[in-house]
C-alpha cells in the first residue's frame, strides 16, 4: 500500500480516536467523566453511580479504542508479529488495569478517589498507542541497521 493511503487511514483512525474522547458524554456512562471535569472533587463526595454498568461502559471504551489503536499499527506496520504483540499487550493491560478499577469503583472512599481518577483516565484514553507507536518504529530502525 502506498504510503499515502496508509497515512489517509491512520489520519481517519486518529479522528475516530478523537470523535471518541469528543462524544464521550453522550456515547458512554461515565457520571465520574463530569465529577472530575467540573466538580471541586477535592472537596466534594463521589456520585451515586451503578458500578456495574460504569465497568461495563469503561471496558467497552477500552475495547474500541484498542481496536482502533490495533489498527494505527497494523497500517503503519505491517508485520503480523507486531499485531499480535500489540494485540496481547492490550489484553495484557486490560487485564491488570480492569482488575485495579473493578476493586476501586466497588471499594471506593472519598480518600481513594483519585487513585480511581487515574487509573479510569487510563483505561478510557489509548495511551497505550503513545509508547508503542515509537517503540515499533525504534525497534524497526535497530532492525534495519542491524542488517546492513
Do not use: Q, W
Not at 31 to 58: A, M, V, W
Not at 73 to 95: E, M, Q, T, Y
Amino acid at each position: 500500500m502506498k504510503t499515502r493511503y496508509r497515512l489517509f487511514l491512520i489520519g481517519i483512525l486518529v479522528v475516530l480516536l478523537a470523535s471518541i474522547r469528543f462524544f464521550e458524554a453522550k456515547i458512554f456512562y461515565d457520571p465520574l467523566l463530569f465529577f472530575f471535569k467540573y466538580s471541586d472533587y477535592l472537596r466534594n463526595d463521589i456520585p451515586d453511580f451503578e458500578p456495574g454498568l460504569l465497568l461495563l461502559n469503561t471496558i467497552l471504551r477500552y475495547v474500541i479504542n484498542s481496536l482502533i489503536s490495533l489498527g494505527i499499527i497494523a497500517i503503519a506496520f505491517v508485520d503480523r508479529n507486531i499485531i499480535k504483540f500489540s494485540a496481547v499487550l492490550f489484553l495484557l493491560l486490560l487485564g491488570i488495569v480492569g482488575s485495579v478499577f473493578t476493586y476501586l469503583i466497588f471499594t471506593i472512599e472519598n480518600e481513594h478517589f483519585l487513585a480511581l481518577f487515574y487509573v479510569r483516565r487510563f483505561l478510557i484514553h489509548p495511551i497505550f498507542i503513545l509508547v508503542l507507536l515509537p517503540a515499533f518504529y525504534y525497534y524497526r530502525i535497530n532492525k534495519r541497521s542491524r542488517k546492513i
